[in-house]
Nanobody, 127 residues
Framework: QVQLVESGGGLVQAGGSLRLSCTASGRTFSTVGMGWFRQAPGKEREFAAAITSSGGSTYYADSVKGRFTISRDNTKNTGYLQMNSLKPEDTAVYYC????????????????????WGQGTQVTVSS
C-alpha cells in the first residue's frame, strides 16, 4: 500500500509558477513509479507527467512539455511537479499517483495503470 498526499496548489496569474509536492508513505518510495494527472471540471482525468522509480526517465503530455518538470527525491519520499508559464487552461485538480516501477511508457500515461492516488490539489490560473 502507498498513501499519497499532494500539496502546493493555489491561485496564480497566467504566466506564473507553482510547485506541487507529493509525499508518500507506507511503501519504500524508490520502488514505485510516479505520475501527475489533472482533471478540469466536466472533463476526464488526463495525464500530465510521469517519472520512473529511479528518476531516470520522464514522460510528459504534449500540452505541458517545456513548461512542466517532474522530479523526485527518494530520500525524502517526495515527488514534485514544477509548473512554469502557467495558462488558464492548466486550471484543474492535480493528482499524484503511484504505479509499478516496471510499467511501460504507455502504462505511465494511463490513469488505469496507477493503483494508488492522492486526494488532489486545486490549481487555478487566472487570466
Amino acid at each position: 500500500q502507498v498513501q499519497l498526499v499532494e500539496s502546493g496548489g493555489g491561485l496564480v496569474q497566467a504566466g506564473g509558477s507553482l510547485r506541487l509536492s507529493c509525499t508518500a508513505s507506507g511503501r519504500t518510495f524508490s520502488t514505485v513509479g510516479m505520475g501527475w494527472f489533472r482533471q478540469a471540471p466536466g472533463k476526464e482525468r488526463e495525464f500530465a507527467a510521469a517519472i520512473t522509480s529511479s528518476g531516470g526517465s520522464t514522460y510528459y503530455a504534449d500540452s505541458v512539455k517545456g513548461r512542466f518538470t517532474i522530479s523526485r527525491d527518494n530520500t525524502k519520499n517526495t515527488g514534485y511537479l514544477q509548473m512554469n508559464s502557467l495558462k488558464p487552461e492548466d486550471t484543474a485538480v492535480y493528482y499524484c499517483a503511484a504505479t509499478n516501477p516496471y510499467s511501460s511508457p504507455y502504462i505511465f500515461r494511463t490513469p488505469g495503470g496507477y493503483p494508488y492516488w492522492g486526494q488532489g490539489t486545486q490549481v487555478t490560473v487566472s487570466s
